[in-house]
T-cell receptor
Framework: DAGVTQSPTHLIKTRGQQVTLRCSPI?????VSWYQQVLGQGPQFIFQ???????GRGNFPDRFSARQFPNYSSELNVNALLLGDSALYLC????????????FGPGTRLTVT | AQKVTQAQTEISVVEKEDVTLDCVYE???????LFWYKQPPSGELVFLIR??????QNEISGRYSWNFQKSTSSFNFTITASQVVDSAVYFC??????????????FGRGTQLTVWP
């Protein structure tokens, strides 16, 4: 079975622009979470969705938004990009419940110039 | 508050040495899960293990072993007979099993392990 997939792999944007990142979970998984990993640090929780409903939101500004579609894929949107948004954005999916182990995708490397 | 501390920023060993990566956690919840992930240079986080707070039994999987001690809030990871392919950043993470933070992972800052041939 395919693992978690994310697109695009790399992205370069300019300050003030908007970006959309995409994630497809492992087949059969209903929960998707998004994490931001700044260089040299551990991933930080942004959002969690389960069965298309938002289950949790981390300490990120309203410029960050997400949604989950009926096929359980998900999008993360970031508006008004800042230099500090440059990071690796990781998507994770988990199976029956949000408390189970989360499997991560390869990430999207976002660079804001 | 939830917190995971990995005090070792970088560790270097020579191949075939044993190495232990330390992890100390803080949580007010009595039911929680602990995880270890490996992040090779490619960037993808690879799941290694999940333990729940009620199971303090140590676990061994090949060259990997984990020591969970609730009394000291530690969940340490040992690699026996390390290999060059073990070189990566290793993250310890905590997830609470109840409440508004259910399911979200709290990561430590990671330990960069370098295994030299």
């Amino acid at each position: 079975d395919a693992g978690v997939t994310q697109s695009p792999t790399h992205l370069i944007k300019t300050r003030g622009q908007q970006v959309t990142l995409r994630c497809s979970p492992i087949s059969g998984h209903k929960s998707v979470s998004w994490y931001q990993q700044v260089l040299g640090q551990g991933p930080q929780f942004i959002f969690q969705y389960y069965e298309k409903e938002e289950r949790g939101r981390g300490n990120f500004p309203d410029r960050f938004s997400a949604r989950q579609f009926p096929n359980y894929s998900s999008e993360l949107n970031v508006n008004a990009l800042l230099l500090g948004d440059s990071a690796l954005y990781l998507c994770a999916s988990s199976g029956r419940d949000v408390s189970y182990e989360q499997y991560f995708g390869p990430g999207t490397r976002l660079t804001v110039t | 508050a939830q917190k995971v501390t990995q005090a070792q920023t970088e560790i270097s060993v020579v191949e075939k040495e044993d190495v232990t990566l330390d992890c100390v956690y803080e949580t007010r919840d009595t039911t929680y899960y602990l995880f270890w992930y490996k992040q090779p240079p490619s960037g993808e986080l690879v799941f290694l293990i999940r333990r729940n707070s009620f199971d303090e039994q140590n676990e061994i999987s090949g060259r990997y072993s984990w020591n969970f001690q609730k009394s000291t809030s530690s969940f340490n990871f040992t690699i026996t007979a390390s290999q060059v392919v073990d070189s990566a950043v290793y993250f310890c993470a905590l997830s609470e099993a109840r409440g508004s933070t259910l399911g979200r992972l709290y990561f430590g800052r990671g330990t960069q392990l370098t295994v030299w041939p």
